[in-house]
């Protein structure tokens, strides 16, 4: 069965700091979906990242970046120059691939709390 | 464009009375996802609906039925709530169901039932 593990329940980073949060997959597919989301304390899921499986280079947006290493099976999330506003629960996820394309459904980590000090 | 919205943000109930928690899209997505989320635990899939017309079950479906009203909306009921049913709930929507495809999150329904 398709897991998420994330072992830092928290985390704590300098402002201005780069910061890795931690996260492996365990998945017999060999076509599937990571994701990272950010909560902040006020609740939503904001999405921030996305990295197929076939994708050979490590996807970036903006100040995040995933770095997948695919024999190794984790997708753990790079965070550079640390803001305030970074401080949130984040989220792994895998996309459990579908049949016939309908309904992939996510499976999420536990998170990890990351805590930005001034 | 809202994205996902829900209705209501917060709601206590009694054990044993129902409701229905209301989700809504704007981004014409063909897939909708109802996820719970208990502290320590992440998000668990309810029910989903691949596309309008269809729904199944998720993870953790027992206590919950859903409705795919049309290709907008999908509601959450609970028809006899328990206390194991405390909560936030999450809508969530994306265009289809590939693994590639990134699902978009409403704000959350955050319940309580006493």
């Known amino acids: 069965a398709q897991k998420i593990t994330q072992t830092q329940p928290g985390m704590f980073v300098q402002e201005k700091e780069a910061v890795t949060l931690d996260c492996t997959y365990d998945t017999s597919d060999q076509s599937y979906g990571l994701f990272w989301y950010k909560q902040p304390s006020s609740g939503e899921m904001i999405f921030l990242i996305y990295q197929g499986s076939y994708d050979e280079q490590n996807a970036t947006e903006g100040r995040y970046s995933l770095n997948f290493q695919k024999a190794r099976k984790s997708a753990n999330l790079v965070i550079s120059a640390s803001q305030l506003g970074d401080s949130a629960m984040y989220f792994c996820?895998?996309?459990?691939?579908?049949?016939?394309?309908?309904?992939?459904?996510?499976?999420f980590g536990q998170g990890t709390e990351l805590s930005v000090k001034p | 464009n809202a994205g996902v919205t829900q209705t209501p943000k917060f709601q206590v109930l009694k054990t044993g009375q129902s409701m229905t928690l209301q989700c809504a899209q704007d981004m014409n997505h063909n897939s909708m996802y109802w996820y719970r989320q208990d502290p320590g635990m992440g998000l668990r899939l309810i029910y989903y609906s691949a596309s309008e017309g269809t729904t199944d079950k998720g993870e953790v479906p027992n206590g919950y039925n859903v409705s795919r009203l049309n290709k907008r909306e999908f509601s959450l009921r609970l028809e006899s709530a328990a206390p194991s049913q405390t909560s936030v709930y999450f809508c969530?929507?994306?265009?289809?169901?590939?693994?590639?495809?990134?699902?978009?999150f409403g704000p959350g329904t955050r319940l309580t039932v006493l």
């Open positions: 996820a895998m996309r459990e691939p579908s049949i016939e394309y309908q309904g992939g459904k996510l499976i």
């Open positions: 969530a929507s994306s265009d289809a169901g590939g693994h590639a495809d990134t699902q978009y």
